[in-house]
């Protein structure tokens, strides 16, 4: 069973680039048909769809932040990473990563990773 | 600003049968894509809880189920339990954000 584990800094700074990786367990990276996945998610708030890195090497992001962001895997160590440029205190939110595979739906998610943006 | 609409709360006594509506347009679930759904206790992950509109994943109590009808998708719970007090969101694929997939704004249940 494949499991997600999301690591990176929980402090960025404002304008900086916030970084954050997702290490795949139980399973390769470019195995199948998978579509590697970001989504956040604000205190007290709904879920946000970040993009996602299909195993075709295509990407896909959501237009609101698509100036900003990139996601990108690493297959040599079974990762797939998101980068997110110039950030504000409206980036500050827990960070999850999600696989989606035959079922076309997040089946599987990491446990998230709260990522605070504040000088 | 969300493309799917949920209603902020719904509520029930035990036992009572609710449902949560997800409301689209013909971008996304009016154009035929499916509609998933998940659960999110605090502090925790989503866990998904329908798929592809009406299919629950393996370990999910059949208490749960979906339906989709025009541009809306609904989730129903029947036989609620105190345990089913949660977040529940709807997800579907918009045409009009450029393939992006999106999430439903959210509905608290509360068991009363």
């Known amino acids: 069973q494949v499991q997600l584990q999301e690591s990176g800094p929980g402090l960025v700074k404002p304008s900086q680039t916030l970084s954050l990786t997702c290490t795949v367990s139980g399973g390769s990276i470019t195995s199948g048909n998978h579509y590697w996945t970001w989504i956040r998610q604000p205190a007290g708030k709904g879920l946000e769809w970040i993009g996602r890195f299909y195993t075709s090497g295509s990407t896909n992001y959501n237009p609101s932040l698509k100036s900003r962001v990139s996601i990108s895997i690493d297959t040599s160590k079974n990762q797939f990473s998101l980068k997110l440029r110039s950030v504000t205190a409206a980036d500050t939110a827990v960070y999850y990563c999600?696989?989606?595979?035959?079922?076309?739906?997040?089946?599987?998610w990491g446990q998230g990773t709260m990522v605070t943006v504040s000088s | 600003q969300s493309v799917l609409t949920q209603p902020p709360s719904v509520s029930g006594a035990p036992g009572q049968r609710v449902t949560i509506s997800c409301t689209g347009s013909y971008s996304n679930i009016g154009a035929g894509y499916e509609v998933h759904w998940y659960q999110q206790f605090p502090g925790t992950a989503p866990k998904l809880l329908i798929y592809g509109n009406t299919n629950r994943p393996s370990g999910v109590p059949d208490r749960f189920s979906g339906s989709k009808s025009g541009t809306s998708a609904s989730l129903a719970i029947t036989g609620l339990q105190a345990e089913d007090e949660a977040d529940y969101y709807c997800?579907?694929?918009?045409?009009?954000?450029?393939?992006?997939?999106?999430f439903g704004t959210g509905t608290k249940v509360t068991v009363l």
């Open positions: 999600a696989v989606a595979g035959a079922l076309n739906a997040f089946d599987i």
């Open positions: 997800q579907s694929y918009d045409t009009s954000l450029s393939g992006s997939r999106v």
